[in-house]
């Protein structure tokens, strides 16, 4: 009975803790849409098509940082760097490097295509907007977590 209390509480917390990531990066996400509207100063054109570009690259771009270099970080994590085999530690450094080709692929289709509905300046704005906004949160959560 005791280890069953254990375990759901256990899942509760999880879920719990998993729920509030989710609506953390909801909030994260709806302030970095209102910086880049913000800062790029789109035409009502230019957003309808820029969204939909920028929104399936953004989910695209987190399935492969955060899907799949997750498993390979985790797969060293559980088994220990003293654990894996030399081949095991090539077929890593393989899904690593696939894993990056398909980002830099995913990144140039994103590219051509906002060219393709807004200005070469505003693409190199954006980027710069969204490093500033990065920097920006990146500093905010230093500050939170020092109070």
Do not use: C
């Amino acid at each position: 009975m005791k280890k069953i209390l254990i375990v759901m509480i256990l899942i509760v917390a999880n879920f719990s803790f998993a729920q509030g990531f989710k609506e953390k990066k909801e909030k994260i996400k709806a302030l970095k849409v209102a910086y880049i509207t913000e800062k790029l100063d789109f035409t009502t054109d230019e957003a309808q098509k820029f969204w939909p570009i920028y929104n399936t690259f953004d989910e695209k771009q987190f399935e492969i940082r955060h899907n799949k270099m997750k498993a390979i970080i985790k797969k060293i994590e559980e088994g220990g760097m003293e654990n894996i085999s030399e081949k095991e530690a090539q077929n890593l450094i393989s899904q690593m490097e696939n894993s990056e080709d398909e980002l830099h692929n995913l990144k140039k289709k994103f590219m051509q295509d906002l060219q393709k509905v807004i200005p070469a300046k505003k693409i190199i704005l954006l980027k710069k907007t969204e490093e500033e906004f990065n920097r920006k949160l990146l500093r905010e959560f230093k500050e939170r977590k020092k109070n």
